[in-house]
């Protein structure tokens, strides 16, 4: 059962931006810890971001200065703004999160993963 749902991925020119969204599935769902990984073809899946309960970040140093993980807790989403991309960038990009119903944690969660193809 899909728990997150990812959205935002595309095909863009090395220099362009786009921004991923990962949204709890369901209206009672809250994310606490969150993180963004990637999985270029032939490679293993790598942390890119990660974000904490208390909006904490991180950043793996191939990414520093170029992405964004933010949150917006109203609306349930995690997002991952990519400016100034690159070839290398090219990946299948998933979302992690801890779910929450209140002060109940449901579980850790994927979602689908969505496409980035980045051109040069």
């Known amino acids: 059962q899909v728990q997150l749902v990812e959205s935002g991925g595309g095909l863009v020119q090395a220099g362009g931006s786009l921004r991923l969204s990962c949204a709890a599935a369901r209206s009672s769902f809250s994310i606490n810890t969150a993180a963004w990984y990637r999985q270029a073809s032939g490679n293993q899946r790598e942390l890119v971001a990660t974000i904490t309960s208390a909006d904490t970040t991180n950043y793996a140093d191939s990414v520093k200065g170029r992405f964004t993980i933010s949150r917006d807790s109203a609306k349930k989403t995690v997002y991952l703004q990519m400016n100034s991309l690159k070839p290398e960038d090219t990946a299948v990009y998933y979302c992690?999160?801890?779910?929450?119903?209140?002060?109940?944690?449901?579980?850790?969660?994927w979602g689908q993963g969505t496409q980035v193809t980045v051109s040069s």
């Open positions: 992690n999160a801890i779910l929450y119903i209140a002060t109940l944690r449901v579980g850790d969660y």
